[in-house]
T-cell receptor, first 118, second 109 residues
Framework: GAVVSQHPSWVICKSGTSVKIECRSL??????MFWYRQFPKQSLMLMAT?????????EQGVEKDKFLINHASLTLSTLTVTSAHPEDSSFYIC??????????????FGPGTRLTVT | GQNIDQPTEMTATEGAIVQINCTYQ??????LFWYQQHAGEAPTFLSY????GLEEKGRFSSFLSRSKGYSYLLLKELQMKDSASYLC??????????FGTGTRLQVFP
C-alpha cells in the first residue's frame, strides 16, 4: 500500500517554456502532498506543501508564481514550472502524507521527475 | 535555525557493520526518520524514532537520543545493494520533514 507515482519520470524542455509534473497517490487518498527539489549530490529541499482544495504553502525563498501547485483532488497534485530556465534543472520529488495509527505522520515518496532545461 | 549534520561519505566492506551518525538542531521535533536513496531514485523509508532508544528492524537499527540531538543508523551484514545514500530527516510542524545532506555509503566486496 501507499504507492505514489509521478509523471513524467524525466522531461527535457527549452528555456522559457512551462512544464507540468503530476503526483498521484495510487491506492490511498492524500489531503496533503509535499514537493521537494534535489540538486546533484545534495539533499531534498522542501519547496511547498500542497493541500487538497486550498492554496499551497511555500517555503521561504520559493517563488509561488514560478512554481504553480494545484491539488484539485485527493489523489492528484501538480507542479508547474513556469518560464523554466536552466537553473531550474533538478530532480523534483513529491510525497504524500499518511497518518499512522499512533497519530503521527509519515511521508511516502514518488519516484521523482528529472527536469532538464536547455 | 534548522541544522542537520551527517558525514558526507562512508565506505565499508561486504558483511561488515557500519554506523551512520546524525546530529540535529531544529526548532521543533516530531520524530527522526531515516531514508535510503539510490542514485536517481526517490527515498524509501527505513525507520522512525520518536522516543529515546534503539529500534531494530532486521539488518537495520536506529537509535535516538533527544537530549543530545543525536541519532544513528546501524547497518549489519552489509550487502552490495546497501550502497546508497542514507538521509536523516527530522519531522517538525506536525508533518513536515527537514532533511540532512545525506551520507553516501559505498560497500566493497
Amino acid at each position: 500500500g501507499a504507492v505514489v507515482s509521478q509523471h513524467p519520470s524525466w522531461v527535457i524542455c527549452k528555456s522559457g517554456t512551462s512544464v507540468k509534473i503530476e503526483c498521484r497517490s495510487l491506492d490511498f487518498q492524500a489531503t496533503t502532498m509535499f514537493w521537494y527539489r534535489q540538486f546533484p549530490k545534495q539533499s531534498l529541499m522542501l519547496m511547498a506543501t500542497s493541500n487538497e482544495g486550498s492554496k499551497a504553502t511555500y517555503e521561504q525563498g520559493v517563488e509561488k508564481d514560478k512554481f504553480l501547485i494545484n491539488h484539485a483532488s485527493l489523489t492528484l497534485s501538480t507542479l508547474t514550472v513556469t518560464s523554466a530556465h536552466p537553473e531550474d534543472s533538478s530532480f523534483y520529488i513529491c510525497s504524500a502524507r499518511v497518518e499512522r495509527t499512533s497519530g503521527s505522520y509519515e511521508q511516502y515518496f514518488g519516484p521523482g521527475t528529472r527536469l532538464t532545461v536547455t | 535555525g534548522q541544522n542537520i549534520d551527517q558525514p558526507t561519505e562512508m565506505t565499508a566492506t561486504e558483511g561488515a557493520i557500519v554506523q551512520i551518525n546524525c546530529t540535529y538542531q531544529t526548532s521543533g521535533f516530531n520524530g527522526l526518520f531515516w531514508y535510503q536513496q539510490h542514485a536517481g531514485e526517490a527515498p524509501t523509508f527505513l525507520s522512525y524514532n520518536v522516543l529515546d532508544g534503539l529500534e531494530e528492524k532486521g539488518r537495520f537499527s536506529s537509535f535516538l537520543s533527544r537530549s543530545k540531538g543525536y541519532s544513528y543508523l546501524l547497518l549489519k551484514e552489509l550487502q552490495m545493494k546497501d550502497s546508497a545514500s542514507y538521509l536523516c530527516a527530522v519531522g517538525y510542524n506536525t508533518d513536515k520533514l527537514i532533511f540532512g545532506t545525506g551520507t553516501r555509503l559505498q560497500v566493497f566486496p
